[in-house]
């Protein structure tokens, strides 16, 4: 026999049973039958011995002619099966005695056996609602938390199903649907009331043996099965069938399985009752013929199905699991949870978010309940906040609170605020340390000692995020233009270019549009971050750095640094992280392809989104330091060409992009908090993964080297030395230059408030060359793997060499390069030197030679002497590659000394603006025209021509090809914009082509608010935070 979940999913059938305090089952399965209520380990301690086959005469059948609980207890009622045609003689008798299974007793089911829950609703003294009471008088788990619903102590002890988790017992007894008989095993967690409560000691297998938990509220909706216990049998055991409801005509010994598709169908119109599609192998959409229901007193939501076969014919028998009692019994009804979404918003500084419900964390928001005949003298009213699939208290998941008169700061607590008649808002707070994600909200009200509970819904839900603007929250920041900045700015600039000339492309981080928020959080579900973790800033946000890559735990963009970028998009296609995260929350895989800017771009997103201000940060000359050394090295041979000495040459990229982000470190010495450097760009390990940071930018600056996480990394990308050293015959190294000042310059970031640069260097270095900058730097490297590179002594240089390329060179011109050469003695110096051009890819890495040059060179004493090199169009265009950086390399070598020189130098070959259009006046909801121009600098024609467009609030990421563009001609192209939000809001543009790429445009708009409601149909345009 084979189980399989509604969704077709297969799960395993194992273990043994025992009646709890009764005596151990000897047979590896149960008889439940007409025994009454001793039988099958019910009240008394009585077993049946079974053979190693399961009789399924209860489960399957039942006495239909029952008519009164006491009957259905003493008769074996069964298992009634609500399929198509039958329905139940007398609903009473499945209310209140046994509804789905034999051998219930009061309402509970022996735990002696195995089966359903019994005792569907019933008050008497069993196990309560659903009750798998069994064994030597326990008291049900979940009667003992909600008693007014689930009943009292079970007769039999055990445990009780219920939606509070289906865990397992208390007392000595048997196990529910989910905790391992008595075996003390995980519970079944169906995002119920408590979820998850483990078995009690004692008992066999019940009914799932591990955990079993889903996100939704439905019974078996999104689910992780491990074993699913039945019967104590075994996958594979054949049935006896004997005395098998006469409905069902197959003869014993037949093997059963479940069908290979189950799908959940919308619930109909009887209540609460939910069908279930029966598909075939090749998944017709066409529903098939419902199952009814025994009545909507029942209240189903889930099945699962046992299908026989016999000669090709199949017959279903499902297996139906009860809901809970409906929500309105009891004096008190709740008709309404109000989130008063607007005015929370404004408080929380989340009224850009398209999402309803966000909240951040330390500070209270409101909740208005709607609830009848409520009176707070006497009654009393509950809290809960439930995070994940499986809450409990004990991991922080679940928070309960008690609605008191007031407040208590810092901690989880509510408060009625206001109140008037039939309507209260309730005032709830929370710690600054809580977890970020999303929470399910309970309300539970209790009067005259029946108890009312809120379901949990999709509607009935709060999203609480980190709160920079509170003082205790770690990621506290005590600027409000900061925060306005870091936290609240959809629009930013990621820098790009060389040291020489930097530049600039706009960026859309888009953190409020909508759906980013989802996707967010499903990036901190999907990692294996532990719950408990996810309040603490540094933990998340070394945890984004690894998501954001797909190196590992299948993250958000797979890199690439050169062509082919088949299958995928040209990273330098990319305005913006918003269509990245989408892409990648709905199709579940990694996004194609990304270079570090874009990394960096998605990371502010998600951080920004999940309330930690962040920021993108870009270095120039930034050092790829592969061996640990905090030294940039290059190796040379005896005649000055280079080697590879290590197999894994450091290099330097023109530049490199990645992240700060601001929080406090009490995991490491006073002096630590602030800017943290984060990098999700993947190229080092750290603990086996493709993460980096946070480090403290105040410990790089200061050589602090030793400080986590993967500060020696950091400290080499803007603060290590290019040292060249020669190798001779025997491997030996000799230094034959160090140069102080090649790495990390012009470290850039937005201005707060501005479209200006800002210049962060200092932040992470001393003026170059100081005495601070100098002990900074032999600080890092007396911790890293060559601890003596300041131990060699150089020998004295007297010629100074210089290598140059002519300022601002835009694509199509020439470009010249020229190495000067000055003797500093009285005598002539004889120097071979060799040029060589490259076209690069930013990250040093060579692409295609351009062209290279050899001439010796006789420099006078105490004069100069230069060697020039000039290169066409020509001889360059078709070479280049994405950034358009064109690098050369300078060799010389003195003869009459033995001095070598190593130089070089790269630039970028500037590209032209795009033109961007649009009306002075735009509103909400009004579509508007913007046109794109670009014009063909070239004397060749441009194919593989697109545009790109996007913007927060006004545009999602589009396309846009384009015919070839001729020599001078100027391309344009429109698009419909229908603004969402008002306020400044800015265009982004982009074209590539096949041989000029990363041209990039924007124009800032003011979008003003229209007097109509919003287009959508939703509440207003809200205005933006300032």
């Not at 936290?487 to 020489?500: A, I, K, P």
């Not at 990308?717 to 012009?746: F, M, P």
């Not at 990250?843 to 066409?872: F, Q």
């Not at 909400?924 to 996007?950: R, W």
């Amino acid at each position: 026999m084979s189980i399989r979940l509604p969704d077709g999913t297969p799960v395993a059938v194992s273990g043994t049973e025992s009646s709890g305090g009764g005596d151990e089952m000897a047979g590896r399965a149960t008889r439940v039958g007409r025994h009454g209520p001793g039988g099958g380990g019910g009240a008394g301690t009585g077993t049946d011995r079974a053979s190693r086959y399961n009789r399924l005469s209860s489960l399957m059948k039942g006495k239909r002619e029952a008519s009164t609980a006491a009957q259905a207890q003493a008769h074996d009622p069964g298992f009634s099966r609500p399929y198509t045609g039958y329905t139940a003689t007398n609903t009473s008798s499945y209310r209140q005695g046994s509804f789905m299974a034999g051998g219930a007793h009061q309402g509970g089911y022996a735990a002696g056996s195995t089966g359903f829950s019994a005792g569907y609703r019933s008050a008497a003294s069993g196990g309560g609602f659903g009750g798998f009471t069994g064994g030597a008088g326990g008291r049900s788990r979940a009667a003992e938390v909600f008693p007014s619903v689930f009943g009292g102590t079970g007769a039999a002890g055990g445990s009780s199903y219920s939606r509070a988790g289906m865990g397992g017992g208390y007392g000595g007894g048997g196990s529910g649907l989910g905790g391992g008989l008595g075996g003390g095993h995980a519970g079944f967690a169906p995002s119920g009331f408590h979820g998850g409560f483990p078995g009690g000691g004692g008992g066999g297998q019940g009914f799932g043996q591990n955990d079993f938990t889903s996100t939704t509220d439905g019974l078996f909706d999104s689910h992780r099965p491990q074993n699913f216990g039945f019967g104590g049998m075994k996958m594979g055991d054949p049935l006896d069938f004997d005395d098998l409801d006469p409905l069902t005509p197959v003869t014993p010994d037949i093997p059963t399985s479940f069908p290979d598709h189950l799908r959940r169908q919308p619930a109909a119109e009887t209540h609460r009752a939910s069908y279930f599609d029966r598909f075939k192998t090749s998944e017709s959409s066409a529903p098939k013929e419902s199952v009814t229901q025994n009545g909507d007193d029942h209240l189903f939501i889930s099945k699962a199905y046992i299908e026989l076969e016999r000669g090709g014919r199949k017959i279903q028998n499902p297996l139906v699991i009860p809901d809970p009692p409906a929500e309105d019994d009891g004096p008190l009804k709740l008709t309404k949870i109000d989130f008063l979404t607007e005015e929370n918003a404004r408080e929380h500084h989340t009224d850009e978010f398209e999402e309803h419900n966000v909240v951040r964390r330390g500070q209270p928001f409101y909740v208005e309940l709607h609830i009848e005949n409520y009176d707070p003298n006497e009654d009393i009213l509950h809290v809960e906040l439930h995070f994940g699939s499986n809450p409990v208290p004990n991991k922080g998941t679940l928070r309960r609170m008690p609605v008191e008169k007031s407040l208590e700061e810092g901690k989880w607590s509510s408060a009625i605020k206001s109140m008037k008649p039939g309507v209260y808002e309730v005032a709830i707070t929370t710690p600054p340390d809580a977890i970020v994600g999303r929470y399910h909200v309970v309300i539970e009200t209790t009067s005259d000692g029946k108890t009312f509970r809120s379901r949990k819904t999709d509607d009935n839900t709060v999203v609480i995020l980190f709160n920079p603007w509170v003082k205790d929250d770690f990621t506290y920041m005590d600027d409000e233009a900061k925060l306005g900045e870091y936290v609240l700015n959809e629009h930013g600039y990621q820098y790009n270019g060389t040291s020489r000339w930097p530049g600039r492309r706009p960026w859309n981080f888009g953190q409020f549009e909508p759906k980013i928020l989802d996707a967010c959080l499903w990036l901190l579900d999907s990692s294996n971050i532990r719950n408990e973790s996810r309040g603490d800033a540094v933990v998340v946000s070394r945890v984004v750095s690894k998501m954001v890559n797909s190196n590992d735990d299948n993250g958000v963009l797979a890199g690439k640094w050169e062509e082919p970028y088949s299958g995928g998009m040209f990273p330098w296609s990319w305005n913006g992280s918003v269509e990245i995260l989408l892409q990648h929350h709905a199709q579940k895989r990694p996004v194609k392809f990304g270079q570090c800017w874009v990394f960096s771009g998605v990371t502010t997103t998600v951080l920004r989104c999940l309330g930690i201000p962040a920021r993108s940060v870009t270095n120039f000359d930034s050092a790829h330091d592969t061996d640990v050394s905090m030294t940039i090295d290059s190796y040379y041979d005896e005649r000055g060409r280079p080697v590879n000495f290590t197999g894994r040459n450091d290099s330097v990229w023109n530049f490199h992009v990645w992240n700060e982000a601001w929080m406090a470190r009490p995991d490491l010495p006073e002096g630590y908090g602030g800017w943290q450097a984060l990098d999700a760009t993947p190229q080092e390990l750290s603990d086996g993964k493709s993460q980096c940071g946070p480090c403290p930018v105040s410990a790089i600056k200061n050589g602090h080297v030793y400080l986590p996480y993967d500060t020696k990394f950091v400290f080499a990308e803007v603060n290590a030395d290019r040292v060249s050293w020669q190798v001779d015959r025997r491997r030996n190294l000799t230094k034959t230059g160090t140069y102080k000042n090649a790495i990390g310059h012009r470290i850039s970031t937005k201005a707060v408030g501005s479209n200006d640069r800002e210049d962060v260097t200092e932040n992470y270095k001393y003026p170059e060359g100081s005495d601070q900058e100098r002990v900074a730097v032999r600080t890092a490297v007396s911790h890293g793997m060559r601890p003596n590179t300041y131990d060699d002594v150089i020998k004295e240089e007297d010629v100074e060499f210089k290598i140059h390329a002519d300022d601002d060179i835009y694509i199509g011109e020439n470009i010249h390069v020229r190495l000067t050469m000055k003797n500093l003695t009285s005598e002539p110096r004889r120097v071979t030197a060799h040029l060589t051009a490259q076209a690069m890819y930013y990250t040093g890495v060579p692409a295609y030679d351009i062209g290279e040059m050899e001439e010796d060179v006789t420099v006078p004493p105490r004069g100069e002497a230069s060697v020039e090199m000039t290169y066409t169009p020509k001889e360059y265009l078709d070479k280049l590659v994405e950034q358009a950086i064109v690098k050369v390399h300078a060799l010389a070598h003195v003869d009459t000394t033995g001095q070598v020189y190593v130089g070089q130098d790269d630039f970028l070959l500037i590209s032209p603006e795009l033109i961007i259009k649009a009306p002075d006046e735009i509103y909400v909801g009004e579509q508007v025209t913007a046109e794109i121009e670009f014009t063909n600098p070239l004397d060749v024609t441009l194919s593989k021509a697109e545009f790109y467009i996007e913007g927060p609030g006004l545009q999602k990421a589009k396309k846009i090809s384009h015919k070839p563009i001729k020599p001078g001609e100027t391309a344009r192209v429109t698009e419909k914009i229908t603004p969402r939000k008002w306020g400044k809001k800015t265009i982004i543009a982009s074209f590539t082509s096949d041989k000029i790429k990363q041209v990039t445009g924007e124009l800032d708009v003011q979008v003003n608010e229209l007097n109509l409601s919003y287009y959508t149909g939703h509440r207003r345009p809200r205005r933006p935070s300032q």
